[in-house]
């Protein structure tokens, strides 16, 4: 008998090998650009803690670049993962990690704090200090858990899951509505300092929070990984998968659960962070041309990172001492590729199905 | 005594609609199939066949009675388990983005592989023969967006081979073919039936086909009961024509087929031979007429080229659809 034509394995190691590299370079860059140049030489100085690193580069790239790399890889992964997991589940090409409203959530905890801040007294954001990033933080995650709780409480009723996104659009829209009326009694410098969090940024996260970010994020891709057959048998749709013996029960949870730890996560640190989410996915199919999510998981995992890095670059605009809001060059930069892929390809629905 | 793979028992199946209002589409259905039998299952649209289809496919749970699979209480057996006993294919078009046939029948493995749904020899093995025997094995390394429907309905089977049950069940699986592709497909089933002794249950809206190929029809008229039988049995005591006829459609016994009412006012006297007399008659059916022993009088040649209607002769189809449109009027 002829050896079972077992599917085309040739672009995998391939693709896995150029994302790699791209995410070294991306990294490497990281490290050595941004407000000041510092050659790669002395970053690895800096790093290695060899006599004779200048202090001052060392202080930058140890307590700035160094986190600022690892959450850019962090949240660029958990993004890009977290909308791969919303894609498959609800069987749309337009779902992203924040279609059941976490990122509304969010922002709404977030709104909440800075206009109580702005009663009690302390004008800014900046005027908190380190104490005011942190109670971002944490109004960001009470804000993103309390959506992702009531959600979870409707998940495990509804048993159609085009409800449950629609329940998390409307739950997006109510909380949008509320973050509409806090801004508008709110003074200027509190609505400023909102808005500059909505902007995003991986420069927050010091070395105290990134082992719970790292964390959140290192769960919910395992858990992501460990649902990578159900998610294959969705390709199939809900019934199908069904009838081969998936619980739909059990994998919404997983789906709803992982999805939304890796996006409120990133989200309470790094701000609501577009694009990412619902381009990444796309990306990695086109690359590697296959809806096996035993390769899509790193697959996307591995672009979601090289995306969040090249971002962060482009925003830091090295050499011109300016910087632009992150969630702007995710799209602009990203938007007009993505397209140029589809329409290159013409394959974006063929590859993901409809 | 053989085993039987599916039997219900005083099975009522419908919808529950809420706590209180329940929805029962039918009653008692009592039914049983073997291993190696074909089962049709037909009946005019909104008799329920959908619904039995999925109750039998424990989809959708009865509102009483019983289904048993190889014996065990359907409800009884955890999903997995049952889905190395039972397979389903529905009728809804799969859309599974960039795959091929071959990972496609592969993910029919899903209830016998580990967590990760590795596919050691032995799945390999398996999955190659359900695409052989579902004639998909020369479309392994296809596409899936690329198949044409009929193609694509053989990697569904090959999927539902592939998940090595002993009883398939499909739902309408010939509903988007073409004549020759719903032939050739109904074969397939029945071959399934007989090289692999799996029971086949199919639900279908192509009666004569369905004749033709089952070795059992289930049958749910619109109303009374579920007849079950062989074809042969159910078209001669006139059950399928008593399930489908409409006022203007009868079951005819005589050739297995539905024929347009005959109406007795509008009678031509036919006078043709082979094929040529065959499309006439169509011809004139088509025309509001019929083939009887009185009326006007219509010859035609063999190539059904030239022809003389009463005293007019003609030549050509469309000019011979004309006069007899002008005849009925």
């Known amino acids: 008998m002829s050896l079972p034509a077992a599917p085309k394995k040739r672009r995998l190691p391939f693709g896995f090998l150029a994302l790699g590299l791209g995410c070294l370079l991306a990294f490497a860059l990281e490290l050595s650009l941004g407000s000041v140049r510092i050659p790669l030489a002395e970053v690895v100085k800096a790093l290695a803690g060899v006599d004779g690193a200048d202090p001052c580069w060392e202080q930058i790239v140890r307590l700035f670049r160094l986190p600022r790399a690892l959450t850019a890889i962090l949240a660029g992964a958990a993004l890009g993962v977290s909308g791969l997991e919303a894609q498959t589940f609800f069987r749309n090409p337009l779902a992203d990690p924040f279609v059941l409203g976490i990122s509304s959530g969010a922002s709404l905890g977030v709104a909440v704090v800075m206009m109580a801040a702005g009663f009690l007294g302390a004008t800014t954001l900046g005027a908190l200090g380190i104490g005011g990033n942190l109670s971002v933080v944490a109004a960001a995650a009470v804000g993103a858990t309390a959506v992702f709780s009531v959600v979870m409480l409707v998940a495990k009723r509804v048993r159609d899951n085009m409800t449950l996104l629609i329940l998390g659009l409307l739950f997006g829209y109510a909380a949008g509505a509320v973050v509409g009326i806090l801004t508008q009694f709110a003074d200027k410098d509190q609505t400023r300092g909102f808005i500059l969090w909505t902007f995003g940024s991986f420069g927050g996260v010091t070395w105290s929070q990134m082992p719970y970010l790292a964390t959140a994020c290192a769960a919910g891709l395992l858990c992501a990984l460990a649902l990578c057959k159900s998610l294959n048998a969705m390709l199939l749709g809900q019934d199908y998968a069904r009838s081969m013996g998936m619980s739909v029960k059990r994998v919404r949870f997983g789906v709803v659960a992982s999805s939304s730890l890796l996006a409120g996560t990133v989200t309470a640190y790094c701000g609501p962070i577009a694009f990412v989410g619902i381009a990444v996915p796309h990306l990695a199919r086109l690359l590697f041309k296959t809806s096996d999510h035993r390769t899509l998981i790193p697959a996307t995992a591995l672009s979601g990172a090289l995306v969040a890095m090249l971002a962060d670059l482009v925003a830091q605009m090295p050499g011109l001492g300016v910087t632009l809001p992150l969630n702007a060059v995710t799209c602009l930069l990203g938007a007009p590729l993505v397209i140029a892929l589809i329409l290159k390809r013409q394959r974006m629905m063929e590859t993901f199905a409809s | ?329």
């Open chain 2, 1 to 329: 005594m053989s085993q039987l793979t599916l039997r219900t028992e005083h099975l009522d199946i419908g919808h529950v609609r809420s706590r209180k209002e329940r929805r029962v589409v039918r009653a008692d259905i009592n039914v049983s199939a073997r291993p190696g039998e074909f089962v049709c299952l037909l009946g005019p649209n909104g008799a329920g066949k959908s619904t039995l289809i999925k109750t039998l496919a424990g989809a959708l749970p009865p509102l009483s009675g019983k289904v048993f699979v190889n014996g065990v209480e359907l409800g009884s057996i955890p999903p997995l388990e049952l889905a190395k006993r039972l397979s389903v294919t529905l009728t809804s078009r799969v859309a599974p983005g960039a795959m091929t046939v071959y990972a496609l029948a592969a993910l029919g493995r899903f209830p016998h592989t580990n967590w990760i749904g590795r596919l050691g020899p032995e799945d390999h093995r398996i999955v190659q023969e359900a695409l052989e025997l579902a004639g998909a094995a020369e479309l392994a390394a296809r596409d899936v967006n690329e198949l044409s429907d009929g193609e694509r309905q053989k990697a569904m089977i090959a999927r539902a081979l592939a998940q090595a049950p002993d009883v398939m069940i499909l739902d309408e699986p010939t509903s988007f073919l073409d004549m020759p592709r719903k032939v050739e497909l109904t074969r397939l089933l029945l071959r399934l039936a007989r090289d692999t002794n799996k029971t086949v249950v199919c639900s279908t809206h192509d009666l004569d086909l369905a004749l033709r190929a089952a070795d059992t029809i289930w049958l749910l008229p619109a109303e009374g009961p579920l007849l079950t039988g062989a074809p042969e049995t159910l078209a001669f005591d006139g059950s399928i024509g008593r399930a489908f006829n409409t006022p203007e459609v009868d079951f005819d016994q005589s050739c297995g087929e539905f024929q347009i009412h005959k109406s007795p006012r509008n009678g031509v006297r036919l006078m043709a031979s082979g094929p040529a007399k065959f499309w006439a008659g169509r011809l004139l059916e088509r025309a509001g007429l019929s083939v009887s022993e009185s009326g006007p009088s219509l010859e035609v040649d063999d190539a059904l080229r030239f022809w003389t209607l009463d005293a007019r002769r003609g030549e050509g189809v469309e000019a011979l659809h004309a006069a007899l449109s002008k005849l009925r009027s």
